[in-house]
């Protein structure tokens, strides 16, 4: 068995959140197998204790598969990273509900499945630590997002019960709830997205994109400091259960504190109001 960290992140495409994780881990002396759905996306590891692995999160044999592999490997999983995620933007109302089940299944569902592999594991060690990926859309939920806020928002609840019924085996759990980090999967959508053409949002669409975009804001945290904070909590004793950081953190939680109808109002008027066609 392994006498270092064995670390399994998941969504480590590269430039990504998990990519710089991955990067961070292996730089504090840990064994790292990064995941991605295609092992073509994931070009550039400057570290050789990183092994890439193919793995689709939706998938329960592919899953228990690779943990199986690992396993296999090392004799253990220290940590798991449930990182990988999907953006779902557009209007909920015209959403189909193939794209509703997409964005729960990959942003929510995908971490239960890891975690549901993963864990027996580590009951028979009395140790482990469980990461989950969420966002504080998962604390206030924004117009042309709300699929993702919804599923991420779900990820929450499920983590905090989580922490708490794997708590007497020993095996901590954190919630990671970033801001704006600046992250190639916002990006690469916007490239491509496209409302139907008889979307009744057609004259939206430029707004959306710019939604899409926000996280490439100058202020947005650089994806290698927000991996470093991340990691750094990972490893301490113990790890926090709960962390939160980036660019409009401090807004999200402040927004948690005011009148709801007053947050909704304001959000409606900084999102949807002012884009509406002249």
Same mark, same amino acid.
């Given at each position: ?40 996306? /994931? ?20 899953? =228990? ?16 990273? @449930? ?18 089940? @997409? &964005? ?17 594991? /580590? ?33 929450? =609840? !499920?983590?905090?019960?989580?922490? +708490? ?11 990671? &709830? ?24 057609? #004259? ?9 975009? +926000? &996280?490439? $804001?100058? #202020? ?12 750094? $909590? ?32 304001? !959000?409606?008027? &900084? ?8």
């Amino acid at each position: 068995m392994s006498t270092h960290k064995v670390v399994l992140v998941t969504g480590c495409s590269t430039g990504g959140i998990g990519f710089h994780l991955c990067e961070e881990f292996a730089e504090k002396r840990c064994i790292v197998y990064a995941t991605s759905r295609k092992l073509e996306t /994931m070009q550039g590891f400057q570290h050789d204790t990183i092994r890439a692995m193919a793995l689709d999160v939706t998938g329960d044999e592919d899953i =228990s598969a690779v943990v199986q592999k690992i396993l296999e490997e090392q004799g253990k999983i220290d940590i798991v990273v @449930n990182n990988a995620g999907a953006l779902a933007i557009g209007p909920v109302a015209e959403a189909t509900i193939e794209q509703i089940r @997409n &964005a729960f299944e990959v942003n929510t569902f995908a971490a239960l499945r890891v975690t549901n592999a993963v864990v027996p594991s /580590m009951i028979e060690r009395r140790e482990g630590l469980i990461i989950n990926i969420g966002s504080i859309g998962g604390i206030v939920t924004t117009p042309w997002n709300t699929l993702y806020c919804a599923a991420k928002a779900a990820l929450h =609840s !499920i983590t905090e019960g989580l922490s +708490m019924e794997l708590r007497p085996f020993g095996i901590k759990v954190m919630l990671v &709830a970033p801001g704006g980090i600046k992250s190639n999967l916002s990006k690469n959508h916007a490239l491509t997205f496209k409302l139907p053409p008889t979307s009744h949002y057609a #004259d939206y669409e430029e707004r959306l994109i710019e939604t899409m975009n +926000m &996280a490439a $804001n100058k #202020d947005s945290t650089p994806t290698d400091a927000f991996a470093r904070e991340v990691v750094a $909590n990972a490893l301490a004793t113990p790890p926090p259960p709960y962390l939160s950081l980036g660019w409009k953190t401090w807004t999200a939680y402040t927004l948690q504190w005011l009148p709801k109808q007053y947050v909704l109002e304001l !959000i409606y008027k &900084a999102m949807v109001w002012r884009n509406k066609p002249t």
